[in-house]
């Protein structure tokens, strides 16, 4: 079993590298980004958590494989949390028991394994899921109807339960406020690099802070892209705040983006706030709080698009003049699950009709002559017909599309609903690292 | 305007080199195909027809761009047709043209050319396109509505009128009963060869005679996978019979392929029977056709997914077990449109775990505990579980996907329905195609 491995672009990747100037991206008043030195922000930035991440031999290569994020023992008490899933059919073995056997409202840590999915893994599968929590549960003296759990990897390999016991003892006694990185580390795959983003927030009512990690570069489509992410605050939340602001961010960003229309086994996003700043949030500062999480939430979505396997560009596909959402929202991901637009973006090709062509297919049946199109700003498509483009017009159409960034704006022309989706484009690389991936 | 040109595999291809040899291909008692020894079977097989293919300019290649097939003068007053289209909302120009000015039961003829697909042309290429479909209606001296038009190739470019209409004049005047296989290749844009079938049928009643030539291969999805596609019969069928024949044999095979997910702006099928067998079908007679009908189509469907942009491999994904058809048709299309699949199946990956996801994402928020799935013929999951696999299993299943045709054969375990999708595999000839199409 030897994990796919990707072309070495690291965080020389364009969008990657200015991630914070992407056209794409805004952060609202009030939020400080923290930036260090080292360039990790990291998921335990906020007050109230501590991580680690050590290999333990799941993967092959020798790379950290394991990763353990808790609540401190001094905030177990205010501990608050939420999650979402996977809607898979078959849903990994560590999704089910998570899903099914702990409190969601109260999780106090996860443990996270990457190189094997423990997915298709029948009764065993779940047995060495429930082991990983108990043995975390039991190593911090918590519940263990309070430690989520959660794997990548591939499917259909049964997990050694011994490795993953003595594994989770070792990791789950390593934990440090420092260990945020490491367990950012610890659950990636063919990730070129880790997705971590944190920020301090001015909330009106005082200062909280937020962080993330992720996992996830293949396999990402909504609903729920990400494979594995955890979200913390140590602003002081109640479960219903915590539920709802997850859920709301959660669609705003990670059911926004698509690198390859497939949905994991795996997917798990849990949100863990220690409250250990001590700051409450009323209507007002919970606004902010939530404005703040779901930028946060899509710069790392971003990240994810940018790291798709075999991408080298971020694309908005923004579709107006729809009669209702959903209907705008169809037509956006139909042209973002294109491979066809995504080849063609990949080449830096104006070749709009490809937009058109997929536009057209997510609304068969239909007929719209009072639709318009533009690529990379420039009009090339209006009333039906294909705009005769200036020297000019064709210089910038065919500037925009080499970016590294590109917006698609389809107007449908029938009413007033809008919706975007992020995607990436379809490379050599994304062949070569799923024609190999298993054997 | 370059058209892309695929690597040249040819008639090497080796699921083109013995078509008739497909597992997946039977055909039923009475048919004798023609297999001329020049290795074309052709469109104008059966009795009753002419046609004609050459060069008018629209390919910057020089290659055949336009094809003129027409039931012989003698046969005009016999002449029956049925005819389908894409139900893309961006319908190409000779698509509303041919749907909503022809006498789509009365076609005596069918005019079609390739290098650019007169789509998001506006008025001007609505008015092109009638101009198309009139000019070869006067030079064959038949009322316009009786002569149908269609085009492939880029889309968003105008068709210069002059070209085209000096170009139908010489190829209209040009027709042969030998011309069928010049037709197949004017029709062609990226295909790597014709798609060309022709049987005779002992229907009970007599004998007749069936031919097809279509274009297709990347852009091919459900619902109508051809771009282009003549079929001819010189049964002599009433329009009821024509309609219901081709609906019918459309329905089980081109919407049961999928290249790409891609759905065009110009899919036509045309169905021309010439009555020039002299032979009526009563229902035993009609049943035998349009068994003969769907196989002559389905092998040309597989020829499509064959040649699909860049693919190596035709995949069968048959969904059994489920509730309803319409549940097993999802599925097995989930599965044909999955990048991961197809670029496991491309790199010969017995990685199903990528079959299992695909399918999972189909029927999120259900949790199916009694499936199994074979690949290549080895049982691999079984009540929710990888099997341990023995050695000759294991060397079975590695023999098995490195093979030109594989089946994967996924049981849900919820009911007796089943349903099948062929698909192509997706390699790095798809993006090379596809990322340098326009420019």
Chains 1, 2 share one sequence.
């Not at 996860?110 to 190593?139: F, I, K, P, W, Y």
């Not at 260990?179 to 983003?197: C, E, N, S």
């Not at 062509?357 to 990379?376: E, I, Q, T, V, Y």
Request: with cysteine.
């Amino acid at each position: 079993m030897k994990q796919g491995v990707k072309p070495a672009a690291g965080t020389d990747h364009p969008v990657v590298k200015s991630p914070f100037e992407s056209r794409f991206l805004l952060f609202p008043e009030g939020v400080r980004l923290e930036e260090p030195a080292s360039g990790s922000p990291t998921v335990t930035y906020p007050r109230g958590f501590l991580a680690a991440g050590l290999p333990i031999g799941l993967k092959e290569s020798g790379r950290p494989d394991l990763g353990v994020l808790s609540v401190a023992p001094g905030w177990h008490d205010r501990d608050v949390s939420a999650a979402m899933f996977t809607t898979n059919a078959y849903a990994a073995a560590p999704v089910v028991v998570t899903r099914e056997e702990c409190d969601l409202d109260h999780l106090v840590a996860v443990v996270m394994s990457s190189g094997n999915a423990n997915a298709c893994t029948g009764e065993h599968g779940l047995a060495v899921a429930r082991d990983m929590g108990a043995t975390c549960a039991e190593v911090l003296g918590v519940p263990r109807q309070r430690v989520a759990v959660g794997s990548t990897g591939i499917i259909g390999v049964q997990l050694d339960r011994d490795v993953v016991v003595s594994g989770v003892r070792k990791v789950a006694g390593a934990l440090t406020t420092g260990g945020g990185p490491d367990f950012a580390h610890a659950i990636m795959t063919t990730d070129r690099f880790p997705k971590m983003a944190a920020l301090e927030l001015d909330t009106g009512s005082g200062q909280v802070r937020l962080g993330v990690c992720a996992k996830g570069a293949g396999m990402i489509n909504p609903a729920m892209a990400t494979m594995l992410c955890v979200v913390t605050t140590d602003a002081h939340l109640d479960p219903a705040q915590a539920r709802q602001s997850l859920k709301y961010a959660v669609g705003r960003t990670f059911n926004r983006i698509t690198v390859d229309g497939e949905m994991s086994t795996n997917d798990t996003v849990v949100f863990l706030s220690s409250g250990a700043s001590g700051v409450t949030l009323g209507p007002e500062a919970l606004k902010r709080f939530q404005a703040a999480l779901e930028a946060m939430l899509l710069r790392v979505a971003l990240m994810m698009v940018a790291d798709g396997e075999g991408a080298t560009k971020v694309i908005k596909a923004e579709v107006s003049g729809a009669e209702d959402h959903r209907q705008a929202e169809r037509v956006a991901r139909a042209i973002a699950g294109s491979p066809l637009v995504k080849t063609a973006m990949h080449g830096g090709d104006p070749n709009w009709g490809r937009v058109v062509g997929a536009a057209g297919a997510a609304m068969a049946g239909r007929s719209l002559p009072a639709s318009s199109l533009r690529l990379g700003g420039v009009l090339v498509f209006a009333e039906g017909a294909a705009r005769v483009l200036s020297a000019q017009e064709r210089a910038e159409l065919a500037a925009a599309v080499r970016r590294s960034e590109i917006e698609i704006a389809l107007d449908l022309g029938l009413g007033g609903a809008s919706a975007a989706v992020f995607f990436s484009d379809l490379g050599h690389d994304y062949i070569t690292i799923n024609a190999e991936y298993h054997t």
